[in-house]
């Protein structure tokens, strides 16, 4: 791979997936492509010339012509406040990219598919849902999701579509802090015994991807690992602060 060089990128879409996370679909013009689980970095340049960048991972599947990144507002960050809140249709910015060549999952994998994300964690395996779904005959999957409250699932909508087709992915949610009256998913954290009930069985050895903060990354590999998953069937990325 050459070496990644800043591109402009012009934002050309944007919808709201939860009251504090959005989605952005950019034109990155000639875009090489990129790989499910991949991620970018993205420049802002203030007026002044004062810049910042963070890392995204894309949401949008390989084959998609625009690339679509999903961003949770940190009240009290730099950049991604600015992405949620304030970035519109026809505002630039620089992305380079895709990286990333670890934490990818490529289709003709027929291993069964495990995903455990917390909170905005879900995007990068979106990008692998998003691309399984284009499979003729895709992997089993299950996708596990830890969000706070039922309002702050990222994709719900999406999720549930894609759980509803044939052969689509199986998705469970847990809430951590609060559950609305009727909700008929899970509460608390993923922990030693419902990883046991809900991950897929060692004989079919699964391929397993976790993403979301670091320690929910550290927990649920130490998890599977206890479980019997061998650690290097078991993907990680962690979104810690990539500030700079
Ligand atoms: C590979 C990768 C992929 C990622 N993908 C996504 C994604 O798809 N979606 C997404 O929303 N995020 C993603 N992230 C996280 C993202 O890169 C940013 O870290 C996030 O958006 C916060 O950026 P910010 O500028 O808003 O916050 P920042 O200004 O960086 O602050 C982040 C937090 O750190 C605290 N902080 C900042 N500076 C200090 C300091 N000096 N001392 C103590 N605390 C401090 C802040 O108070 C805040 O709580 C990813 C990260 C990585 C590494």
Known sequence: M???????????GARWETPRVRSLVLDAGAWPGHRAGQHVDVR????????????????SAPEEPTVTLTVERLDDGEVSPYLVDEAMPGDRLELRGPIGGHFVWCPDDPSPLQLLAGGSGVVPLMAMLRARAGLA?????????????????????????????????????TLTRSAPPGWEGRTGRYDAAALAELALPLSTRPLTYVCGPTAF????????????????????????ATGG
Do not use: K
Request: charged share 25%.
């Open 2 to 12: 050459g070496r990644l060089t800043w591109q402009a990128a012009t934002v050309v």
């Open 44 to 59: 802002l340049t203030a007026e002044d010339g004062y810049t910042a960048q963070r890392s995204y991972s894309i949401a």
């Open 137 to 173: 005959s895709p992997p089993p999957a299950i996708l596990l999701l830890s969000s706070r409250t039922a309002d702050d699932i990222i994709y719900r909508d999406e999720l549930a579509a894609l759980a509803r087709r044939e052969e689509g992915p199986r998705v469970v949610h």
């Open 217 to 240: 990354v550290e927990s649920m590999a130490s998890l599977l690992t206890g479980l019997g998953h061998p650690p290097g069937r078991v993907r990680t990325e962690r979104f810690g």
